[in-house]
């Protein structure tokens, strides 16, 4: 939701600046710019900005024909919340005085109040961003220092920030801050880097300090320093990345979720690895941060997540149903944190996010901690707010993704949640039976997700026989009905068709309605506990006409009789169904996106790191 980069050091800062946007575009790709001070001395320092709607490449096209060189600047990708997502919208914005550039992510929320405070104190706005309003501020408190005047301005500012700031008239400084959307400082050889994510500023450095909400940092090429808005200094600590740079490139793949689909048998590799006994049958997690005896006490479990993640955070409660026999309830993040929710100390609260960045489930997490729940991350993105800010919790080690529409991170989500309920499990009593072949389970997903994988043009077969219908129904029961949600919303997202889950039983409840020829309806009918009671559903949408596409068991015969066209899984436990199902159906949403010429890896209107309410 909005990219921010800003370098400062001895090279050329553009370059820098484009090459950390174009990895940052996946956060928002509605119109990119880049403020940079041009000049070799006080006299003829110079603030230069170029900006431009649209995709990165018309920036691009843009700094070609007007180049601007200088050592230090600041760059932004945009996601549009206040004002049209077009060219005077577009960040950097500037003060009155046209000194001072400032980039964005977040929401002001009191810009309106302050943009009347400053118009009576003569300022003029040319945009309808509170962005501008924010840079008119730090204008306002303008005396000589920059980093005085921004923490002047963020201590009245109500909502959501981070930001980059530099001015001409203190030059070689770029100033950084935070609070509710992410800003980490690369510490370079003599350069500096700000950015909203690591995979920015990779290429340049792997030692990148965190900043927390409400801290600022000052970074010249000789340093920086942090402090709280209150100019307190605070001591960080360098930490270094793990991960390497092609993890985030295309490696071939004609889109980043292509080539993520196909990378899910090693990332469930790497969320079950080291983490499964094989000798007693159990879980073992580092950094948990709970005791056995603390999770012997919980009394009930509570899911806080958003989208996808609520998705998987589902399967993770059908699974902590029935393998720890504890009470389980999924909350939508954004409705949690505005209910009063009953939670206590027995509560076991379990927050999942794979950004670990999303506002809502952000907030959720620190309502639940507020009222006295142990609240624990499931998260991809390692050092991120909610990794941070939980009681203990679990890296998902998906690697980058990058892909707007999440799949390697819900079916690795879904794998460390398997993890986590066998540990669970166990602590209250689960029995040596069902924990092996839990484990078992697991360690064939794998293979088997491989052998779906090599029959993927059999998904684009069946995609191009579809890829023209608006609508879409997707049904299952049990451990699959999650699993059509996320088919649907994997759709819609992507190809903008319209989709809806729902469990297959509810369709006689309303949705039956819409069944007819032009109907296609994706039943998940795998071999499992609800297989019986989903095959009659299929026949009365088969009895109406409708088209079926049905994600089934290998070697089932049955199915293929009554569906128009079927993708067949391999065999597994009804709990890791999910990790298997959902693959096709990812599959075929890639293809309908691509036959219907949709940009497959930065859908319209979304992005992929939601860091506003
Ligand atoms: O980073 P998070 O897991 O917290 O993100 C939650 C949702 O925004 C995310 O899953 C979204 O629904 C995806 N676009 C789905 O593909």
């Excluded at 026949?539 to 089932?556: F, L, M």
Aim: charged share 25%; proline share 4%.
């Amino acid at each position: 939701m909005c990219g921010i980069v800003g370098y400062t050091g001895p090279r050329d800062c553009l370059p820098i600046l484009i090459g950390g946007l174009e990895r940052l575009e996946y956060r928002g790709y509605d119109s990119a710019g880049v403020a940079v001070v041009t000049g070799d001395s006080p006299d003829d320092y110079s603030l230069e900005i170029r900006k431009e709607e649209g995709k990165l490449q018309g920036l691009k096209d843009l700094v070609e024909a007007q180049p601007v060189s200088g050592t230090f600047g600041i760059a932004h990708t945009r996601w549009a919340t206040h004002g049209a997502p077009n060219q005077i919208n577009a960040h950097p914005h500037t003060d009155e005085t046209d000194h001072i550039a400032l980039v964005h992510n977040g929401i002001i929320e009191n810009c309106d109040a302050l943009r009347e405070m400053l118009k009576t104190k003569g300022h003029t706005f040319h945009t309808e961003t509170d962005t501008e309003v924010l840079c008119h501020l730090v204008g306002e408190y303008w005396d000589g220092s920059l980093e005085k005047a921004v923490a002047a301005a963020l201590r009245i500012v109500e909502g959501a920030y981070g930001i980059a700031v530099i001015s001409d008239l203190d030059p070689g400084k770029i100033v950084g801050a935070r609070k509710g959307s992410p800003l980490v400082v690369g510490v370079g050889d003599g350069e500096y880097f700000v950015a909203s994510d690591v995979a920015a500023i990779l290429s340049h450095t792997n030692q990148v300090i965190y900043l927390a909400d409400e801290e600022m940092v000052v970074v010249t090429r000789r340093g920086f320093r942090t402090q709280t808005l209150n100019e307190i200094p605070i001591a960080k600590d360098v930490e270094e990345i793990t991960w390497e740079l092609s993890q985030a490139e295309k490696g071939g793949y004609e889109h980043f979720m292509l080539k993520e689909i196909f990378e899910q048998p090693r990332c469930i590799q790497n969320a079950i690895r080291g983490r499964l006994e094989d000798d007693g049958w159990r879980a073992h997690i580092g950094g948990l941060n709970i005791s056995d005896e603390e999770l012997a006490r919980v009394e009930r479990v509570v899911f806080l997540a958003c989208g996808t993640s609520w998705h998987a955070a589902m399967i993770g409660e059908y699974m902590i149903e029935e393998y720890c026999r504890l009470p389980v309830e999924v909350e939508y993040a954004s409705e949690f944190r505005y209910r009063d929710p009953v939670i206590d100390g027995k509560t076991l609260v379990l927050v999942i996010s794979q950004s670990g960045e999303t506002a809502d489930t952000l907030a959720a997490m620190r309502e639940a901690q507020r009222r006295g729940a142990m609240a624990l991350g499931i998260c991809n993105v390692v050092g991120s707010t909610i990794a941070r800010e939980a009681d203990g919790g679990m890296y998902i080690h998906a690697g980058p993704e990058i892909g707007v529409a999440s799949t390697k991170a819900f079916t690795s989500q879904v794998a460390t949640l398997a993890v986590l309920t066998l540990h669970l499990a166990r602590i209250h009593g689960l029995s040596d039976e069902p924990a092996r072949s839990l484990i078992h389970g697991l360690r064939r997903i794998p293979d088997q997700m491989e052998a779906i994988l090599a029959d993927a043009s059999h998904c684009r077969v069946v995609a191009e026989k579809y890829a023209h219908h608006a609508n879409c129904l997707y049904l299952g029961r049990g451990y699959n009905f999650p699993v059509a949600l996320e088919g649907a919303l994997k759709l819609k997202e992507i190809s903008y068709v319209h989709a809806e889950g729902y469990p297959a039983a509810e369709m006689k409840h309303g949705p039956i309605a819409l069944i007819d020829e032009n109907m296609p309806v994706v039943f998940i009918c795998t071999k499992d506990r609800a297989y019986d009671k989903i095959k009659s559903n299929m026949a009365e949408v088969k009895a109406r006409s409708g088209r079926i596409i049905a994600v089934a068991t290998e070697g089932d015969t049955h199915v293929e009789g009554i569906a128009d066209d079927v993708f067949y899984i391999p065999q597994t436990i009804d709990a890791l169904v999910p990790l298997l199902s959902v693959l096709p159906l990812q599959l075929y949403s890639y293809y309908v996106a691509v036959l219907r010429g949709c940009n497959v890896d930065q859908p319209r209107n979304l992005a992929k790191s939601v860091t506003v309410e």
